[in-house]
C-alpha cells in the first residue's frame, strides 16, 4: 500500500508522535510506502512531498510542532483543488491519504473524501472540541501548560494585590479554560460557551478583596464574550479563514475589572506557548494510537473515517459525523467548577 500523510491547520503537540506511528505500523508491519506532504493541503495540492522511512521519523516523538510543516487553507481553495488533488493522488499511486487536523482540516477531509478521495482522518487540536471523540491530542499538554502558568501567576498577583486576568486559547470552546482554572484553583473562569455577566465577575472578584485574600486569578477563554449589555465590548470581525479576529478579551476584561474594583488589574495572554514544546506522555500515546488505528483502517479499506478516543478505545467514527457540531463545555461540568472557584 502507499500512503500519504499530512497535518494541516494550527500545530498541536502530539502531530510528530502520529506520523511516527504511521510509518512505524504501515512500513515495518506492514511493508508500506509512506509519503508526507509539506504544509497541509497545499502539499497536496501541489504535489509537494518526500518519502517518510524509519530514518525520517527517528528522535521525533517528544519533538512538538510538525516535520512536514502546516498551513491554514481556505475552504474556497479546496473546493476547486478536488480534481487537482485527485490527479496527484494517482499519479503518485496513492492508495490512502491520512490528513491530521483540526475542525477546518476535518471539514476539508469530509469534502475531499466525499470527492472520492481515499481517506482516514486523524483529530487534533488543543482546544479539545471535536465532538467524535472523547479527547483529542495536545489538550493534555496545552492545560499542562496553562496550568504551570497559573500557578506561576499566582504569586507574583499576590505580591502585588493585583487581579490577573489570563487569557487562554480556545476559539470556540473552554475547555482549555475550565480544566487549567480548575487544576490551579483560579477564582474566576469564563468560557465563550457562557457570556459572562460583567456585574457578576466583577461582585465574585470584588468579594475575595472583601474577605481579605490579596489577589484574585481570572481565566478567560480568547473567545468568550460579555452578556450583552453588562459591558462595551470590542469583537474584531473575521480573517480570510472565517475565524473571529480576537481583540483581547484579557486586555478588555482588566481594564474594566481595574475601572470598576479600583484594584491594579493586568492581562496575561499565554498565546501560542500553549501549543509549543513536547507533548505530555498522555497525548504522546493518544497520538501514537490514533496512527496505529489510521493505518490499520487503511488497510481494512475504511475511508471517510475518523480515528476517535471512546472512553478507553480507539473507535472509527464517519468523518461527517464528526464535522456537523463541536464539543462544547456543557453546563454541568462548568458547576463542578464553579463550586471549586
Ligand atoms: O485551533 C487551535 C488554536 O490554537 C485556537 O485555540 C486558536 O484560536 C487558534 O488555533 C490560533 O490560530 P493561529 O495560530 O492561526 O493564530
Redesign the pocket.
Known sequence: MRIGVLTS??D?PGLNAVIRSVVHRAVVDHGDEVIGFHDGWKGLLEADYRKLDLDAVNGILARGGTILGSS?VQPAHLVGGVERAKGHVADLGLDAIIPIG??GTLKAANLLSQGGLPIVGVPK???NDISSTDVTFGFDTAVTVATEALDRLKTTAESHQRVLVVEV???HTGW?ALHSGMAAGAHAIVVPERPFDMDELTARVGERFEAGKRFAIVVVA??AKPREGTMEFRSGGKDEYG?ER?TGVANQLSVELERRLGKEARPVILG?V??GGTPTAYDRVLATRFGWHAVEAAHRGEFGMLTALRGTEITMVPLARAVESLKTVPADRYAEAECVL
Open positions: 491547520g494550527g498541536c491554514r483540526g475542525e487540536t488543543i482546544d486559547m480556545g476559539r482549555i480568547e473567545g475565524h480576537f501560542h500553549q501549543r
